[in-house]
């Protein structure tokens, strides 16, 4: 589960992504990946900042608003921030800051 500063609130359940919606008659709504693929980590920063890895672990998804879509790279974690910004750990253990459609290695 994640929740955002902006009371976002987000599940994973059976590999899909579950959020929760006050105005909807079940409380949650369901948002899949495609091709009924599955997420193992999730992570919100904002109702339009949704962030989550993939079954294979290493895989990057991103929610565009409508469906998800894989992004470039490889990580096994992945955190979104209120302002937009996702921060992941890559698979060698890296940290990363998406920026401007591309993952950058941050130098630690």
């Known amino acids: ?28 709504d369901g948002k899949a990946l495609p091709g009924g693929g599955i997420l ?4 919100c920063g904002s109702a339009s900042t949704l ?14 608003g409508s469906i998800w879509v894989q992004v470039t790279g490889s990580g096994k974690q992945v955190s979104a921030a209120a302002d937009g910004t996702a921060w992941a750990i890559g698979t ?3 940290v ?3 920026v401007n459609n591309a993952w950058t290695p941050l130098l630690v």
């Open 92 to 94: 060698d253990n890296s």
């Open 40 to 43: 193992t980590q999730i992570s």
């Open 1 to 28: 589960m994640t929740v955002a500063s902006d009371g976002t609130t987000l599940g994973l359940g059976g590999g899909t992504v579950w959020q929760f919606t006050q105005n909807s008659s079940k409380g949650w």
């Open 96 to 98: 990363s800051r998406y």
């Open 51 to 64: 962030w989550g890895i993939g079954a294979d672990g290493k895989s990057y998804y991103q929610f565009n």
